[in-house]
Structure formats: structure tokens, C-alpha cells
T-cell receptor, first 116, second 114 residues
Framework: AQKVTQAQTEISVVEKEDVTLDCVYE???????LFWYKQPPSGELVFLIR??????QNEISGRYSWNFQKSTSSFNFTITASQVVDSAVYFC?????????????FGQGTTLQVKP | GAGVSQSPSNKVTEKGKDVELRCDPI?????LYWYRQSLGQGLEFLIY????????KSGLPSDRFSAERTGGSVSTLTIQRTQQEDSAVYLC????????????FGPGTRLTVT
């Protein structure tokens, strides 16, 4: 059955520290998509990245980077030199092509607190 | 351009009453989703609309929940005879096409059933 696990419920770091948010997924599909969303205190979910199952290339966007490893079914997210504005709940999500809907299966989320 | 909008932003209702929640997707997005976010259940899929196709209602928790999408645009989620366990934030999202495109979420409607 499909599932997304974010084992870290809460992480607290001091500004400028690097932090990695873990995401492990389960699926029987060979074609699927992985996503990360950010939910700041304002509440609105903000799209960060989409990855398809055939593209294992790591991606970097500014201070954000993502490491996708099919061998371990993981899609981890690293924030380099964290800032207070990075404080939010981060969700990893899976979409299976076989669903024909694109519905997202979310992990439970990781609350990141960045202290000044 | 304009993002996904939802109304009302907050709704307090008495147990047993019916409520309607509205979602206005991004213009041009053919796929529309409803999700629910609650403390106990996290983020869970409710229903999916794609163009004029029959919706996927597989995530609706009971027959008290229904949704429609008129003219391929605005959607309304209706909860009949509300129960306290329906209290949650109801999120709407839209995307260009499923399943490969990212979904953009609205600000949500916080529903409180007293």
C-alpha cells in the first residue's frame, strides 16, 4: 500500500545551521511523483518541488536541496544555512500514476523551528 | 495571476447543520482537489474533479459529504448534518493536469462544529 513516512515530528535548530528533513515512501508503482510542500504559520501550503520517479538527479534551489534515492525509497530535503523564515511545517507527498487522479498522499509533516 | 481562493475562511456551525464550502481554482486548471487537514488524521484526500469526467469520490469519509464542480470551474463541498469530528481545515487545490503537475493550494476553510 502507498505510504509516506516523515519520522521527524519536530526539529529545532539555531539560525545558520543546516538541517535535513527525512522522507521515506512506499509504492508499488514504477511511475510516481514526489513532492515537498511548506506550510508556514499563515497556513497556506506552498509548493516547493516535484520529482518524477525516473529522475534521480539531485536538485538545488538556493539554500534548498533535495536528495532522491530510489534504492532506499527516500526523498530528503536539506536547508542550508537555515533562517527564521524557514520555520514551518514541511510535508512530503506521493502521487501515483496508477491512481489516475494525481491525488497526493501526504506524510505527517515535520515541524521545523529555526531560532535566532 | 490569482491563486486558488476559498470561502469562507472560517465557519462555525452547530452540530446537525449543513455547511457549504466554496473553492475557486486557478484559471485554466482542469484538475481540482479537496483535502482535509485535522490534528488526528493529518492531510487526507477527499475528492477529485478533472474536466467533465466523473469525479473520484473515494476519499469522502461518509455519505454526508458531497461535492460538485460547476462549469469546470468553481467547486462546492457540502457537509450535511455536521458532526464534531468534521471540525478541520478543508483545503482546495488545483493543477493543470493530473497526475504529473504540482497542485496549488488555497488558504483553506477552518470549520468548527460546536
Amino acid at each position: 500500500a502507498q505510504k509516506v513516512t516523515q519520522a521527524q515530528t519536530e526539529i529545532s535548530v539555531v539560525e545558520k545551521e543546516d538541517v535535513t528533513l527525512d522522507c521515506v515512501y512506499e509504492t508499488r508503482d514504477t511511475t510516481y511523483y514526489l513532492f515537498w510542500y511548506k506550510q508556514p504559520p499563515s497556513g497556506e501550503l506552498v509548493f516547493l518541488i516535484r520529482r518524477n520517479s525516473f529522475d534521480e538527479q539531485n536538485e538545488i534551489s538556493g539554500r534548498y536541496s533535495w536528495n532522491f534515492q530510489k534504492s532506499t525509497s527516500s526523498f530528503n530535503f536539506t536547508i542550508t544555512a537555515s533562517q527564521v523564515v524557514d520555520s514551518a511545517v514541511y510535508f512530503c507527498a506521493l502521487s501515483e500514476v496508477s491512481s489516475n487522479t494525481g491525488k497526493l498522499i501526504f506524510g505527517q509533516g515535520t515541524t521545523l523551528q529555526v531560532k535566532p | 495571476g490569482a491563486g486558488v481562493s476559498q470561502s469562507p475562511s472560517n465557519k462555525v456551525t452547530e452540530k446537525g447543520k449543513d455547511v457549504e464550502l466554496r473553492c475557486d481554482p486557478i484559471s485554466g486548471h482542469t484538475a481540482l482537489y479537496w483535502y482535509r487537514q485535522s490534528l488526528g488524521q493529518g492531510l487526507e484526500f477527499l475528492i477529485y474533479f478533472q474536466g467533465n469526467s466523473a469525479p473520484d469520490k473515494s476519499g469522502l469519509p461518509s455519505d454526508r459529504f458531497s461535492a460538485e464542480r460547476t462549469g469546470g470551474s468553481v467547486s462546492t463541498l457540502t457537509i450535511q448534518r455536521t458532526q464534531q469530528e468534521d471540525s478541520a481545515v478543508y483545503l482546495c487545490a488545483s493543477s493543470l493536469q493530473s497526475p504529473s503537475y504540482e497542485q496549488y493550494f488555497g488558504p483553506g476553510t477552518r470549520l468548527t462544529v460546536t
